[in-house]
C-alpha cells in the first residue's frame, strides 16, 4: 500500500486501522508513509476507511490557520479527507503478502478467502482425518505481529524431517518446492503476512512428538504459533484427544464439533 504524498495532509487518521502498524507520520515531509517491509497487503486501510476529496492544498492551508490560533481542523477519525491511500499494482512476489493477509481474496490454489484454507471444519464431509489419526493446523502470526515465510520454513523443515506429510490442498503446502523436506520457495521467504497456517496429519501415537516439535521451535521463531489439534468422535461421542493432550500438560477444551450433517465428498475406503 501506498500514500499519494501530494494528497496526504497527514491527518493521522489511518494510523490506527493499520493492524501490523505499518503507517506513521513522517515529521521530516509532513505526511504519512508505510513502511513496505512490515506492509501485509491486507487492504484494511484503503476498504477501512470512508474517503473524501477535499483539495489538499486548501486542508493544509485550513490546518496551518487553525494550529496558529490554536485549535485543530480535524477529518471524523473514520475518514481520509483527501483520498490518498493507494493500492499498488502487487507483482510477484510481493503479491503472496495480499493472498495470505486480505480476507476479500481468495486463494489460486484453494479458492478460499484470507488463509485459505476450511481447516478441519468441514472434516465431517472429507474424511481427511481419519479414526486413529490425529489433524493439526499450526498457525503463524497474529495482527500487530504478523509472519514471514522465512520463519514458517523453519517449522516445516522440522516437522518434514519427521516424516509428517503436509496437507495438499493448503496454501503454504502449494508454495512449497520440496514439501518432503519442507522447503518453501526461495523468492517468498521474506514476504510478510498477517498470518498463515500449515496443515498436516498424523498417528495419534505421533502427538506428543509432535507437539514437542512446534513447542521447540516455536522458540526460536520471530513470531507467535498457536496449533489446534482435532480427531474422529467415536460412536458414542468420546474422542481420544483430550487424556492425551491433558498427560502432555496442554488442558484440552472441546472447540469445534462437526456433526456430520453435510454432503459425504470423500469416501473412506471399507
Ligand atoms: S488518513 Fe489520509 S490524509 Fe490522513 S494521514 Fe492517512 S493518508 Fe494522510
Ligand atoms: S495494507 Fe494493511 S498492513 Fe499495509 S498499510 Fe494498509 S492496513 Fe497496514
Not at 476529496?53 to 485550513?62: E, K, S, T, Y
Not at 471524523?76 to 479527507?81: L, R
Not at 481468495?106 to 481419519?130: L, Y
Request: aromatic content about 6%; some cysteine; glycine content about 8%.
Amino acid at each position: 500500500m501506498q500514500i499519494d504524498q501530494y494528497r496526504c495532509v497527514a491527518c493521522g487518521n489511518c494510523i490506527p486501522v493499520c493492524p501490523m502498524g505499518a503507517i506513521y507520520i513522517d515529521p521530516a515531509v509532513g505526511r504519512a508513509q508505510v513502511n513496505q517491509d512490515e506492509c501485509v497487503e491486507c487492504y484494511a486501510c484503503f476498504r477501512g476507511m470512508s474517503k473524501e476529496r477535499l483539495f489538499p492544498p486548501m486542508v493544509r492551508a485550513i490546518r496551518r490557520v487553525a494550529k496558529a490560533f490554536r485549535f485543530r481542523f480535524d477529518p471524523e477519525p473514520d475518514i481520509c479527507p483527501t483520498d490518498a491511500i493507494v493500492p499498488q499494482d502487487l507483482t510477484w512476489p510481493r503479491i503472496v503478502r495480499r493472498a495470505f493477509s486480505d480476507p476479500q481474496v481468495p486463494h489460486e490454489s484453494t479458492g478460499i478467502h484470507g488463509r485459505g484454507t476450511a481447516e478441519v471444519k468441514t472434516n465431517d464431509v472429507t474424511n481427511r482425518v481419519k479414526e486413529g489419526e490425529a489433524g493439526f493446523v499450526i498457525e503463524f502470526g497474529r495482527p500487530g505481529v504478523g509472519a514471514r515465510f522465512g520463519d514458517i520454513q523453519q517449522m516445516t523443515q522440522r516437522l518434514a524431517a519427521f516424516g509428517v506429510e503436509f496437507e495438499k490442498n493448503n496454501p503454504v503446502t502449494s508454495l512449497m518446492t520440496e514439501p518432503d523436506r519442507g522447503l518453501i520457495r526461495e523468492d517468498i521467504l521474506n514476504e510478510k503476512v498477517l498470518s498463515a497456517i500449515v496443515e498436516i496429519k498424523t498417528g495419534l501415537d505421533q502427538v506428543p512428538a509432535i507437539l514437542h516439535i512446534i513447542r521447540s521451535v516455536s522458540r526460536e521463531l520471530d513470531t507467535v504459533v498457536a496449533v489446534g489439534v482435532s480427531s474422529r468422535c467415536d460412536a458414542a461421542g468420546n474422542e481420544p484427544l483430550a487424556a492425551l493432550l491433558e498427560r502432555e500438560g496442554y488442558p484440552a477444551y472441546r472447540g469445534k464439533t462437526n456433526l456430520g450433517l453435510g454432503r459425504v465428498t470423500r469416501q473412506v475406503a471399507v
